[in-house]
């Protein structure tokens, strides 16, 4: 059973999304948060499999109750999924910088937001390939300069050159076609990447390409 925490201001969202997930035989609703304090605390209560975080709520906004959340060792299992109204919210990149495993609009489709909750259960980033090439060339100049750090020195080169595709935003189909490689074997150099960088999942692996400088917004086609 997936269970997930509810972390809006707005009672009629929280509600909608109860009705939806808890008519699922393997998800159920843990609890729900009326803003970002709360939610940090029943995250830590509960400890739900994953959070859907709004942005934009009073005491503590969602960014902060994703800091404390994914910073907090004893909830390393937890997966946060960012709310946001408009694709490209302002917040999106530091929202995943802070660990966020995506982000979803509110208006998103059912099916689309359970496959989603599934997904980051699985270890799956929300981020398709467009998205991902629109975040880091709308966002990256606000991010730190590279230093080239990170530790990718630990990866081989094949999972460098892995981890610069996923950076750019290619799915492992995509990766696969690429390197002319399996799409299963595109999916376990990036899972090796994921755990020599101690990336929580294939999002964080993103930030990480462009924030250690192996990917760069120019590249981006």
Known sequence: MIRVLLADDQSLVRAGFRALLDAQPDI??????????????????????????DIRMPVMDGLDATRGITGDSALGRVRVVMLTTFELDEYVFEALRSGASGFLVKDTEPDELLRAV????????LL??????????????????????YGLGELTDRERE????????????????????????????????????????????VVLAYESGLVRPGWLG
């Open 162 to 205: 892995v981890m610069a595709l996923v950076g750019m935003g290619l799915s492992n189909e995509e990766i696969a076609r690429r390197l002319v490689v399996s799409p299963l074997t595109a999916k376990t150099h990036v899972s090796r990447a994921m755990v020599k960088l101690r990336a929580r999942d294939r999002a964080q692996l």
């Open 128 to 149: 398709s390939p467009g998205v991902t090439r629109r975040l880091i060339a709308e966002f990256a100049s606000r991010s730190k300069t590279p230093t080239g750090a």
């Open 28 to 53: 159920e609703v843990a609890g729900e948060a009326a803003d970002g304090a709360e939610a940090l605390r029943k995250a830590r209560e509960l400890a739900p499999d994953v959070v859907l975080m």
């Open 118 to 125: 599934r997904a980051v259960v699985d270890g799956d980033a």
